[in-house]
């Protein structure tokens, strides 16, 4: 089990967007692609056979997860990850911070 799933809200605590938020879009291997975040240019050749017309266009580029934590909306701050055995025997995502469950 990861820490940082696809569809959860992180802040990202260095690098250019420093203090941005965003939802994970897609889990890459150790790294992950942020909706908005660390966005750049590509400049793309047409290619009019295949349909694709070219120009500038603006990508999402992969973020390493270790500059990113999970957003706890509870206390409004970025918040360690851990791991506990619910009652049901499954392992769950909690809080460090506050041993609230994530999901």
Sequence with gaps: MSKIKKGDEVIVITGRDKGRRGTVSRVLD?????EGI??????????P????????????????ISNVALFNSKTGKAD???????????????FKSNQALVD
Excluded: W, Y
């Design 49 to 64: 056979q295949a349909g694709i017309s070219g120009g500038i266009l603006d990508k999402e580029m992969p973020i390493d």
């Design 80 to 94: 360690k990850v851990g791991f506990k055995t619910g009652d049901d025997g499954k392992k769950v995502r909690i």
């Design 30 to 34: 150790g790294a992950l692609i942020i």
């Design 38 to 47: 660390n966005v750049v240019k590509k400049h793309t050749k047409g290619n």
